[in-house]
């Protein structure tokens, strides 16, 4: 069976990155099997994080349902062979993006293709990382309702903290399928330890699996348009990352075994 790890959190907390830090982790140390990474994000760019160019999408599919089926196809034969033709190939990696809904402001559509989609693909995949949709209002239509760990992205703020525990305080509202939750604390400023913001995750009733401090080259590499493949080994974020990577995710596994 697949891992299903989902990232979650609001804008601007750095959960697309830190979830393209995710797939190079398993490709990096890992080493289990194919990693398929789906970008459930229609305002997102996991793609341009991972250094992936997109030529076809889940947004583009819905698009062609509209049309007549093939001679000669069925309409499910037809959807899973376009499907199969939006899996983008990259190196280690394959990339599955939602994209733009056919209607304004409407991603019903486009979004339970998404969740046929992945349950069709899941199956070819040791690891499936999601890059879901910002905020809040969107948990209740998570492309995928099997998540074995979800990530929630806190800015290294209180008020960032507030926003992740309504999150996580969804989750047991909308009785959603995860197994595993972990707060993480992203762009930790220079001398500050998190204990101030891991004591009011503490009251919040949330343990912080680990804080990734603010890096100067993180910074410089998303405003240049780079991967995070193209980060340093000694990246002080990415090393935090994968810390945080080691203890939720290989040490279960190895607990398992």
């Not at 948990?139 to 099997?146: E, G, I, P």
């Not at 909308?174 to 762009?187: A, R, Y």
């Given at each position: 069976?697949?891992?299903?790890?989902?990232?979650?959190?609001?804008?601007?907390?750095?959960?697309?990155?830190?979830?393209?830090?995710?797939?190079?982790?398993?490709?990096?140390?890992?080493?289990?099997?194919?990693?398929?990474?789906?970008?459930?994000?229609?305002?997102?760019?996991?793609?341009?994080?991972?250094?992936?160019?997109?030529?076809?999408?889940?947004?583009?599919?819905?698009?062609?349902?509209?049309?007549?089926?093939?001679?000669?196809?069925t309409k499910d034969?037809?959807?899973?062979?376009?499907?199969?033709?939006?899996?983008?190939?990259?190196?280690?990696?394959?990339?599955?993006?939602?994209?733009?809904?056919?209607?304004?402001?409407?991603?019903?559509?486009?979004?339970?293709?998404?969740?046929?989609?992945?349950?069709?693909?899941?199956?070819?995949?040791?690891?499936?990382?999601?890059?879901?949709?910002?905020?809040?209002?969107?948990?209740?239509?998570?492309?995928?309702?099997?998540?074995?760990?979800?990530?929630?992205?806190?800015?290294?703020?209180?008020?960032?903290?507030?926003?992740?525990?309504?999150?996580?305080?969804?989750?047991?509202?909308?009785?959603?399928?995860?197994?595993?939750?972990?707060?993480?604390?992203?762009?930790?400023?220079?001398?500050?330890?998190?204990?101030?913001?891991?004591?009011?995750?503490?009251?919040?009733?949330?343990?912080?699996?680990?804080?990734?401090?603010?890096?100067?080259?993180?910074?410089?590499?998303?405003?240049?348009g780079k991967s995070?493949?193209?980060?340093?080994?000694?990246?002080?974020?990415?090393?935090?990352?994968?810390?945080?990577?080691?203890?939720?995710?290989?040490?279960?596994?190895?607990?398992?075994?």
């Amino acid at each position: 069976m697949p891992k299903v790890i989902a990232v979650a959190g609001k804008g601007g907390v750095g959960k697309t990155t830190i979830g393209g830090m995710l797939v190079r982790y398993l490709l990096e140390l890992i080493h289990n099997g194919p990693v398929l990474a789906v970008d459930a994000d229609p305002n997102s760019n996991l793609n341009e994080v991972l250094g992936v160019n997109v030529n076809a999408t889940i947004g583009q599919v819905r698009e062609l349902m509209k049309m007549d089926v093939p001679a000669g196809m069925t309409k499910d034969v037809w959807v899973e062979y376009e499907i199969q033709k939006a899996v983008i190939e990259a190196k280690g990696f394959d990339l599955l993006v939602m994209g733009r809904p056919e209607g304004a402001g409407c991603y019903c559509a486009a979004n339970s293709l998404a969740k046929q989609s992945i349950d069709a693909l899941k199956k070819n995949y040791a690891y499936v990382i999601v890059d879901n949709e910002a905020g809040m209002e969107h948990m209740s239509r998570l492309v995928t309702q099997d998540v074995d760990i979800l990530y929630i992205i806190s800015d290294a703020t209180p008020r960032g903290l507030l926003t992740a525990s309504r999150i996580f305080g969804l989750i047991g509202e909308l009785k959603l399928n995860i197994l595993t939750t972990h707060i993480l604390i992203n762009g930790l400023k220079e001398n500050d330890d998190g204990q101030l913001l891991r004591g009011i995750a503490a009251q919040k009733g949330m343990n912080v699996a680990g804080v990734v401090r603010d890096d100067r080259e993180v910074r410089t590499k998303d405003a240049e348009g780079k991967s995070v493949f193209e980060l340093t080994g000694s990246n002080l974020a990415l090393a935090d990352v994968y810390a945080i990577f080691e203890k939720t995710i290989r040490d279960p596994l190895n607990h398992n075994r």
